[in-house]
């Protein structure tokens, strides 16, 4: 069974940079399909932020696009989000999730609350 | 930027039939795809490429596609079905990926 964890700082102060990681068991990233991350900020709908193909092309929502890195480590079966400057308009929940060839994505972790504030 | 739009909010009775519709221009072009997500939880896929119900869904849900719109229907509402729904899809490119803004389903 395919399962994704994130972890990462619960908190982190306006301009500086959030940092998350996906832990992946039941499946080596290696082996194929996309890898990414989405949000969704309290009480409104899910946004997407960008995927990562285990070959390690990326792909990111043009409106984050400059202030979004997402990397991959297979020694470690885990994939990586980074998010530069960050206001409180990222506070959300924070997804990972296992993307299908065609676009969708298949297995999701249980997703982590990051709150930008001072 | 390329969005899908979806009705706020639907409301049925239990054991009738929901229609959530979602409305983009690449529709046509690009697959459909519906997750389901109650309160606290991560979403859950229910329907990938337009009408393909993925191991583990109940058979009372459905999807079809016409032109820009797809539809998800759910027949025979059941009280566990009360969720917010969201439609997905990629632009016309098939670069990027897009959520719609999500419709809650009250069972009435």
């Known amino acids: 069974q395919v399962q994704l964890q994130e972890s990462g700082p619960g908190l982190v102060k306006p301009s500086e940079t959030l940092s998350l990681t996906c832990a992946v068991s039941?499946?080596?990233?290696?082996?194929?399909?996309?890898w990414g991350w989405i949000r969704q900020p309290p009480g409104k709908g899910l946004e997407w932020i960008g995927s990562?193909?285990?070959?390690?092309?990326?792909y990111y929502n043009p409106s984050l696009k400059s202030r979004v890195t997402i990397s991959v480590d297979t020694s470690k079966n885990q994939f990586s989000l980074k998010l530069s400057s960050v206001t409180a308009a990222d506070t959300a929940v924070y997804y990972c999730?296992?993307?299908?060839?065609?676009?969708?994505?298949?297995?999701w972790g249980q997703g982590t609350l990051v709150t930008v504030s001072s | 930027s390329y969005e899908l739009t979806q009705p706020p909010s639907v409301s049925v009775s239990p054991g009738q039939t929901a229609r959530i519709t979602c409305s983009g221009d690449?529709?046509?072009?690009?697959?459909a795809y519906w997750y389901q997500q109650k309160p606290g939880q991560a979403p859950v896929l229910v329907i990938y490429?337009?009408?393909e119900r993925p191991s583990g869904i109940p058979e009372r849900f459905s999807g079809s596609s016409s032109g820009t719109t797809v539809t998800l229907t759910i027949s025979g509402v059941q009280a566990e079905d009360e969720a917010d729904y969201y439609c997905?899809?990629?632009?016309?490119?098939?670069?990027?990926?897009?959520f719609g803004g999500g419709t809650k389903l009250t069972v009435l």
């Open positions: 999730a296992r993307g299908r060839e065609e676009g969708c994505f298949d297995y």
């Open positions: 039941g499946y080596s990233i290696s082996s194929g399909y996309y």
């Open positions: 990562i193909y285990h070959s390690g092309s990326t």
């Open positions: 690449a529709l046509p072009k690009q697959y």
């Open positions: 490429k337009d009408s």
């Open positions: 997905q899809s990629a632009d016309s490119s098939g670069t990027y990926l897009v």
